[in-house]
């Protein structure tokens, strides 16, 4: 492919640019000389005016940006593009490599292949049996107390949580520069929590709200599931107050009444973040019904701290417009907000303010709180693990079960100095039946001769032998 005008061909280091209202493709170098520079805003090919804004980069290698693997949206979302068969062969060792030219090492690659195929599968079985397999370790009695040394094998370093898909990039800087300490592992890099809370499809609790209104009270349901960063932001905001005292600046009967201004005039507002965010209409969310709780914006990715009410279904908003919630309680009060008498662009005549918002159920506070209560029961199972078991769970490296004496049998509980079934230990002093301790009796005995066996003749095999039976 090369460029129509100056003929350059296009390489992966050609910064390349097309014409929106055309489509012709250029190099941007041409475009900068023979329109920018010249001023002559037309195209190079059709003669059809076109401006800057009509000028879209299709590859820029210059752009940093561009490469920055953290900003890319699936890893941002936290998810993976690649199939399963696609990721089968990527943990395949041996995929780049000619292993008909290894010889004797093909063969050590694949027993090894085979190795941890059957260790991954075996661990599988251990962990879905009855009783887990629990790591070996060696028993001694001593005082009649049972003491359990495990012998931990090696094992590898858990993932953190807040993981993200793509490495802290800081082996490669490392490889690459000399002004950098040398890295030599690829670790993952690790979110923030409030990163690794506003991906989509993560926190799925609802959250509560209430605005206290100067015509009465709107209870509101929260959904953070495809739209976390709206629900964020509207709690981030309502704790801190920034919507007491605001007014509902557009109100417009049988469509919707919008607020969340602190100038009051539809034109100001910003996020908690100070900027504004990216639309989140990848969910279910549909403005289908009377009370449905969206983000107002001025276009695409415009999100700030206004938000509306809609008085009725509006198809024509879905997908430009994030919905993050609906009135769930004082329907009573979004109807007298529509009966309002209004003036010139929608606004009211008396105005309807927001005394307070006030949050009932913080959905992150309560997803933080449910991760910190598991990630404790995990550690407190993992102790309970290393200690050796529970006590009903402990097993000889046989796999029986250990009784509560410390010996290892079938059954559990103390066995009392019960030998077998029916005889009783020697501690008891008791005989086969007996109840209670006998004396000891002496009794007489004969001194009896023990009577010397005959010795057995050995067999004569063959030849003459030593003559003994002559």
Not at 67 to 90: H, I, M, V
Not at 388 to 393: L, S, V
Request: hydrophobic share 30%.
């Amino acid at each position: 492919m090369v460029d129509p005008v100056t003929f350059k061909v296009f390489t992966d280091n050609t910064h390349i640019v097309a014409l929106k209202n055309t489509g012709n493709v250029f190099a941007y170098d041409t475009i900068e000389r023979l329109n920018i520079k010249g001023k002559m805003w037309r195209d190079l090919i059709s003669d059809d005016e076109f401006t800057r804004k009509d000028i879209i980069t299709l590859q820029d290698p210059q752009n940093v940006e561009s490469r920055n693997l953290s900003a890319f949206k699936y890893l941002q979302d936290g998810t993976s593009t690649l199939t399963p068969s696609q990721e089968a062969e990527r943990a395949d060792p041996t995929r780049n490599l000619n292993t008909s030219a290894l010889g004797n090492a093909a063969r050590v690659l694949k027993a090894k292949e085979a190795v941890a195929k059957a260790r991954s599968q075996r661990s599988t079985q251990n962990q879905s049996s009855q009783y887990p397999s629990k790591s070996l370790s060696t028993t001694s009695r001593t005082d009649n107390s049972q003491k359990t040394t495990p012998t931990s094998s090696h094992t590898t370093k858990p993932t953190p949580y807040n993981a993200a898909l793509h490495t802290t990039g800081r082996a490669a800087a490392s490889l690459t520069s000399t002004g950098l300490t040398p890295e030599t592992s690829n670790a993952l890099a690790l979110l923030s929590t409030e990163e690794y809370m506003l991906k989509p499809r993560r926190v799925k609790t609802k959250g509560y709200a209430r605005l206290l209104t100067t015509l009465g009270s709107l209870n509101l349901e929260l959904d953070p599931e495809f739209t976390p960063r709206a629900v964020w932001n509207f709690v981030q905001l309502s704790k801190t107050g920034y919507y007491n005292g605001t007014i509902f600046h557009r109100n417009i009967r049988n469509f919707m009444i919008q607020g969340g201004d602190p100038t009051g005039t539809g034109k100001g507002g910003a996020s908690i973040w100070g900027k504004n965010f990216s639309d989140e209409i990848d969910g279910p969310g549909r403005h289908d019904a009377r009370g449905v709780l969206s983000m107002a914006n001025k276009g695409k990715h415009t999100n700030g701290s206004q938000f509306f009410i809609t008085y009725r279904p509006a198809p024509h908003l879905d997908r430009k417009h994030s919905v993050f919630g609906k009135v769930v309680g004082g329907m009573e009060t979004l109807g007298r907000m529509e009966g309002a008498e209004t003036g010139e662009g929608g606004r009211p005549k008396v105005e309807i303010r927001i005394e307070e918002c006030v949050v009932f159920v913080d959905p992150f506070v309560e997803f933080e709180r449910a991760r910190r209560e598991r990630e404790g029961a995990e550690r407190a199972e993992e102790e309970v693990r290393r200690g050796g078991g529970r006590e009903d769970e402990r097993v000889t490296w046989t796999g029986k079960r250990v009784r509560g004496d410390g010996k290892g049998g079938a059954g559990g509980g103390d066995s009392g100095g019960v030998v077998g079934k029916y005889l009783k230990g020697g501690g008891n002093g008791a005989g086969v039946g007996g109840e209670g301790e006998d004396d000891e009796i002496v009794g007489e005995w004969e001194d009896v001769v023990d009577e010397q066996p005959a010795k057995k003749k050995g067999k004569v095999v063959g030849g003459f032998g030593n003559f003994d039976s002559w």
